[in-house]
């Protein structure tokens, strides 16, 4: 991997969750090509496994452990081996999250037809628990960690928080209103930790990423025969670069961020990485 800036995060010890994810696993890699020692967080053992191997294959130190963002007894043990295998965390990022089919309508819109036909998915027979539990993923998965990892950080030169927001905190997309409110919540939670934190020296940001293709959305945008459906030609067509982000484009800013030289004075702030969606009116 070619790093897009020349960041220098030697020594320096991250805390990754979803680290095996498809965008986590590419930041993992990049911080630790920066040097940093990569501690990968995540529920699957085979892709955490697979993470860890392809950064000591390149000569990075990396440790994956399974954690349960919900679970802060859970995330306080993995602190605990993580300061024993690599040391106190420097930098975490709040890669874990996602969505659910159950709280997602069928169509962008309430037809009178809708009404009428049990095969439809309304917002009227949304799944009150599946937006419970996305919310609780999403918001609590990144208060939970944010709660254990930064008090290792209270008081240290250059640590910082990186949360990863979304477009749909910006405009909520149509059919998913319960992820557009937790990642709402998430750009808004990222303002209020960057004050709160700011007197003991802890930077908090975060990335609202645009549409790339991951194990979360790839049913909505690809169709059976890996053709884009027709939310995705939308989405293609309200993009003025028109394509979907490759994840490696989510680097230059998080290797920004990270940077006190470069973003030392930066603070609070959400980042889109859309290609033009949130600047795009439609007309």
Not at 24 to 41: D, P, T
């Amino acid at each position: 991997m070619t790093l897009p800036l020349q960041v220098d995060l030697t020594g320096r010890v991250v805390a990754i969750t979803g680290g095996s994810g498809v965008l986590g696993s590419v930041m993992s890699e990049a911080l630790a090509e920066a040097g940093a020692k990569i501690a990968v967080l995540a529920i699957d053992q085979e892709a955490n496994d697979r993470v860890v191997r392809a950064i000591e294959e390149k000569g990075g130190t990396a440790k994956g452990y399974i954690a349960d963002v919900l679970s802060k007894e859970g995330l306080e043990e993995t602190r605990a081996a993580i300061h024993q295998d690599l040391g106190p965390v420097d930098i975490l990022i709040n890669g874990a999250g996602g969505n659910s089919p159950k709280a997602t309508t069928t169509n962008e819109q309430l037809s009178l037809e809708d009404m009428k036909d049990s095969e439809q998915r309304t917002f009227f027979d949304l799944d009150s628990g599946a937006v419970e539990k996305l919310f609780q993923l999403n918001f609590i998965g990144t208060l939970l960690p944010t709660q254990v990892f930064a008090q290792d950080m209270v008081g240290k030169d250059h640590a910082a928080i990186i949360n990863i927001s979304s477009m749909n905190a910006y405009r909520p997309l149509t059919k998913i209103p319960a992820y557009s409110g937790a990642k709402a919540a998430i750009s808004n939670f990222t303002q209020w930790l960057s004050t709160y934190f700011a007197e003991v020296g802890i930077r908090v940001n975060a990335i609202a990423p645009g549409f790339f293709l991951t194990a979360q959305n790839r049913e909505l945008l690809l169709d059976e025969n890996g053709d884009y459906t027709e939310r995705a030609q939308k989405i293609i067509e309200h993009t003025p670069q028109h394509r979907f982000g490759e994840p490696d484009e989510l680097l230059g800013t998080l290797l920004w961020l990270l940077e006190p030289k470069a973003s030392g004075f930066v603070n609070g702030i959400v980042v889109p990485i859309d290609g033009g969606f949130s600047a795009y009116s439609g007309v």
